[in-house]
Structures are given as C-alpha cells and as structure tokens.
DNA sequence: ACAGGATCTGACCGATCGGTCAACTAGCCT
DNA sequence: AGGCTAGTTGACCGATCGGTCAGATCCTGT
C-alpha cells in the first residue's frame, strides 16, 4: 500500500550520519496520510500502526506532529524555492517563461503529495514554520508569474493551475480515470494545460472536439 | 469573523414549521468552519462557540457532528444535481455546453465553500452517505464533460476546471488579492477561464501578455 | 565479556473528542 | 394555574488525542 522511497540507499548506514531507514518510511507514509486524509485527521498512532511501530517510536525519531510535517514538506519548499529564484532572476521572455512552465511541471510530478497538502490545508496550520514558508512563497509567486497590470483573468488562470494542478495529480484521478496515467503520459497533456494557463503568448488553438 | 446567512427569515417562526433559525445559523457556521480549517479538525465545542451556544445545544440541533455535514452540504448537491441533469438531458451543441458553463458558474459562486469542502475532503469523508453521492456525481459530470473519446488533455482540463475553481474561489484569494473580488467582476473572469477549459470548441484567442 | 549508544516499547498523563442524559427555562394553549 | 413542548445547559461518559518517561532490547566497538 506504501510506496517507500530509497534515496541510494547505503547497505551499512554509517553510524547516525545520514537520516535513518526507518525515519524515511515513517516521513513517506506521513506524507501519503496528511495529503490522503488531512494533518488534523491523521493521527500518530495512525501512522505508526501502517509503519508496524508503536506511537512512542515515532515519536522518537521526530520530536512532534509539527515537526514531522516539518521535516515531510522541507524538500519541496526548498526545491520550489529553487524554481521560483531561477525563474525571477533571468530577464523575463516567452522562452524563460516557457521553461519555468517546465521546471513547475517537474516540481508537480515529484512533489504532488507534499503540494496538495500545503495548498488545500494552509488555511488550517497557518503558524507552522513551514507552511508560513509556503505561502509566503505562493505568493511571491503569483507577484512573479502576474504582473501589477495582470487581469483579473490571468490572476483567475494562475489560481486554477495551482489549485487545479494540485487537485488533479492526487485526488481528480480518483474519479475521472481509475488507473492513474503513468507520469510519462501525463507530462505532454499537462504541459498543454498549464502553458494555456501560464503562459498566455504562446496559445496553440485546439481543434473542436470530436 | 463569521457572516450568516439569513434567507428571507421571517419574524416568527411558524412553529416549528420552517428550519429554526438557530439552526441556519449553526449550519452557516459550520460551512465556514468545515471549508476553512476542515471537517476533522472542526470540533462540535468550536462550533458552539462561534454560536454562542453550547454543545449540546449544537447536538440538539443535529443529530451528530456526521448529520451536520450531510445537512450542510445537501442543497449544494442537490443542485449540482440539477445543473448536470439539465445538461445531459438536452442534445449536446455548443450552445448547450456554454449554457451550462453558465450554470456551473452560478453554482460555483453560490455553493463555492461546499464545493471546496467536498473536493478537497472526499478522501477522508468517504463512506458518508452525502460525500459519496457528490462523489458520484462528479464521476457522472465528468463521462458527461470527457466524452469516451477524450484526450487526455482534455480529461485534464476537466480536473483543472474542478479542482482550480474549488482552490481560487476560497483559498486562492487569500495569496492573490488581499480584498476578494466582488461576485460580478468575478464571473466574467471566470466565464472566460471555465469556457477555456470545457468548452474547447470556443477557445477565444487571448492578446499578449502587457 | 562488557559498556554504551541507538532504537523501540508499554504505561501513563492531561486535554479534548463526539455523544448521552436529566434538569431547567420560557412560551403557549386550555 | 397547570401541562405541554421546544430550546438550552452542565455534568458526565468512554475513547482517543499528542506527548513524557523509565526501562527493555539490540547492535557495535573495545
């Protein structure tokens, strides 16, 4: 049911230096808990029944609730940050635009857990550390991709990707197609989607439907 | 902090005829409470509160925190409901389709915080009799939408519509505007982006961006 | 063999959860 | 006045919450 992650996993941890194993599965299943069914909802012996630990191993390998979402949504805050910088830094053209579409579509695929969880429970954990973070960089975010004179429909469009990208790559696929399209798939269909939302210069028309 | 609802109250109640209007007070309160900070994270003691009364006033009311939701959520569904019964029932054209664009967005801006709360809560609240019944609604407002032969893209553009306007409409004006936008400059933002994403056979092609 | 640190656990804590219940109040009809 | 009903409340219940703590266990370096 969970799908751990093994970051090169080293056979012989060398003695504390790098995060433990077992810290790794506990953060994964976290993840798949708080985007599933919500922080508030998710209970620590929750989690550590589907680990096979008891609430207290838990706890001892992260110091709170609050820091284990800490520590769940870090890596996609920082690499969020990482686009972000990249794409407000270079002088703004239809080509950098382009590519920031592409390197926020990398960020979704890797890190659609951690952004449906941060985007539709902000509101809710407002004063945890990180996801102040977040939403600081949300909005500097839609500082960056609409402009002071933007439309109240290119403000509209930069909220639907964000909500939409982080609703369909969890939850939508839940109903529109049963099997989930592997990432390969997905990533032309939602670069076509998003470059509409996101990148208004370069709309490639559609042909009408059937 | 809390903005109720008052639907042509009358002065004195019939006598237990109409619903109380307590009680419309409390389901106004809970909405709020549920699409802001979440049904789990919403506690019957919360509710009162905000109401002034006590919890077992609340628990007077409804029969459980669980018949609550079901009577919060209920004429929303309902009229999705009838919004997408309207749709399929009349021969598909691209009059029909913008007309129900139009009613979607009637919708939307009328019933956004329970949309926002089964959208973005259905994982959770699964195996609640309302839930599910939204649940399979969706499923039904998206074979109606994404006809068998659909791209992915499309089935995409549905999800986005779905998810974006659930997102934008609640959450969505806290990081991009501070003051929401009034309903009527709104609509016709939204017409524009929700016929872009469903009725792509009237894609109208947008200026360049400034 | 031994020591020591890392890991794991059950018992326990105060707080809060959703929910039940008996009692109280206030209006209304006869 | 007396009874009926709707509305409201505090006391209380078992369950679960996040979190603490004192040990048990296990592995490794010496």
Redesign the interface.
């Given at each position: 049911m969970v799908v751990p992650i093994f970051p090169a996993s080293p056979v012989t941890p060398p003695a504390g230096g790098i995060r433990s194993q077992t810290g790794a599965d506990l953060r994964a299943i976290a993840l798949t808990q708080f985007a599933?069914?919500?922080f508030?909802?998710t209970s620590l012996q929750n989690i550590a029944d589907i680990a096979g630990f008891s609430k207290s191993s838990v706890l001892y390998h992260f110091a709170s609730k609050e820091a284990l979402l800490e520590q769940v949504l870090t890596p996609a805050i920082d690499q969020l940050e990482v686009v972000l910088d990249r794409f407000v830094t270079e002088p703004e053209t239809i080509a950098t635009r382009e590519r920031f579409v592409d390197d926020f579509i990398d960020f979704l695929l890797e890190f659609r857990l951690e952004l449906h969880t941060f985007?539709?429970?902000?509101?809710?954990l407002r004063g945890i550390a990180i996801i102040d973070r977040a939403?600081l960089l949300?909005?500097r975010l839609?500082a960056s991709i609409?402009?002071d004179?933007?439309?109240?429909?290119?403000?509209?469009?930069?909220?639907?990707?964000?909500?939409?990208?982080?609703?369909?790559l969890v939850?939508?696929?839940?109903?529109?197609?049963e099997a989930t399209?592997p990432d390969d798939?997905?990533r032309?269909?939602?670069r076509?989607?998003m470059t509409?939302?996101l990148a208004?210069?370069s709309?490639h028309?559609?042909p009408?439907?059937?």
């Open positions: 599933s069914v919500g508030a909802a985007i539709n429970q902000a509101q809710s939403g949300i909005v839609a609409c402009h004179d933007a439309s109240n429909e290119d403000r509209l469009r930069f909220g639907f990707a964000l909500g939409g990208a982080a609703y369909s939850a939508g696929m839940t109903f529109l197609g399209l798939d997905l032309p269909a939602l076509t989607v509409e939302l208004p210069v709309v028309p559609r009408a439907h059937s």
